[in-house]
C-alpha cells in the first residue's frame, strides 16, 4: 500500500531534508521512524528536497508499507519514535502511482524577516534580521513583476544543473506586522511574511527573491529594476541569498 503523509519540522539542526554524508538530515530521521514502526526497511520520497536550516510546515512524502496500523493511527505511532522537531501531521492511502516529486504542481515558500534597529532574540530561530527600515510599498511593486511565466536564470544559485531555468510564479504576497511592543529607536519594528507560490523553485529561488525584494525595500534596487534583473538573467544584479533560517516550505498541491 502506498501512503501520502504531510511532515513538518524546524530544520534548524539538520542538513536538510534530502540524506547527506556530511550530516543527519530529516530523511534520515523519518527513514529510522518508518522501519521502526513497520518492522521493515522502509524508504520516502519528499516532494523536493528543503536545504540545511530551512524548515517545513507541509512537506509532502509518500512511503509503500503492509501494516495492520490503521492509517489515521499512522501518524501517532510514527511520532512516538521522531525528534520533537520533527512530526508527522497526516497520513492517507494514496494510488500506487502518486510521487510526492513528480505529482506537485504548486509550492508555497515562505520566507520571514524583520525590520529591526536591533535583533530580537525570540526571532532569531526562524526569521532574518534586516537592520534597515523597508519600504513595503516598493517592495510590492517589485513582486508584480516577478509574478507570471519568466526565465528566472537571475534568481538561481550556482551549482545547479536545470534542463531549463524557466518557471512560473502564481502569486507573492507580502504580509506585515507591527512589533507594537517595542517602542521608541530609530524606527519602528515590524515582522514581515514574504510567501511565494509557484509551479516549481530553482535553487536557492525564494531566498534570492526575498533578497531582491529587501534590496527594493531598503532603495538599493527600484521596483522597475527587477524586470530588467530578470530581463538580464544576470544573477549578479540580483539581491543577495537570504539565509535559510528564514525559509519554510508552507504547503504543496496536487491534483487528486
Not at 181 to 202: C, E, R, Y
Request: proline fraction near 4%; aromatic fraction near 8%.
Amino acid at each position: 500500500m502506498r501512503y501520502r503523509a504531510v511532515i513538518s519540522y524546524d530544520g534548524a539542526n539538520y542538513v536538510g531534508w534530502q540524506r547527506q554524508l556530511n550530516g543527519i538530515s530529516v530523511q534520515e530521521k523519518t527513514e529510522i521512524a518508518l522501519t521502526k514502526i513497520f518492522g521493515t526497511p522502509t524508504s520516502c520520497t519528499a516532494s523536493g528536497r528543503t536545504d540545511s536550516g530551512v524548515h517545513a510546515e507541509g512537506q509532502v512524502i509518500h512511503f509503500d508499507a503492509i501494516t495492520s496500523i490503521p492509517t489515521d493511527k499512522i501518524p501517532y505511532a510514527v511520532n512516538t519514535e521522531l525528534p520533537d522537531d520533527i512530526s508527522m501531521l497526516q497520513c492517507e492511502e494514496t494510488s500506487d502511482d502518486f510521487n510526492a516529486r513528480f505529482s506537485a504542481k504548486r509550492k508555497t515558500y515562505r520566507y520571514s524577516l524583520y525590520s529591526a534597529p536591533h535583533r530580537i532574540a525570540t526571532l532569531n530561530r526562524n526569521h532574518t534580521h534586516i537592520i534597515s527600515p523597508l519600504n513595503v510599498d516598493d517592495m510590492k511593486k517589485a513582486a508584480e513583476y516577478i509574478v507570471g511565466e519568466h526565465d528566472f536564470k537571475c534568481f538561481e544559485a550556482s551549482g545547479s544543473v536545470v534542463k531549463s531555468t524557466v518557471r512560473t510564479v502564481f502569486s507573492i504576497d507580502i504580509a506585515v506586522t507591527q512589533l507594537t511592543a517595542i517602542k521608541g529607536g530609530a524606527f519602528a519594528p515590524v515582522k514581515m511574511d514574504i510567501s511565494v507560490t509557484g509551479n516549481g523553485f530553482l535553487y536557492n529561488m525564494v531566498r534570492i527573491i526575498a533578497g531582491t525584494l529587501v534590496y527594493v525595500g531598503m532603495g538599493k534596487l527600484t521596483p522597475e529594476d527587477v524586470k530588467e534583473i530578470i530581463d538580464s538573467r544576470d544573477r549578479t544584479r540580483a539581491g543577495k541569498t537570504l539565509p535559510p533560517e528564514g525559509l519554510t516550505l508552507v504547503s504543496v498541491e496536487y491534483e487528486d
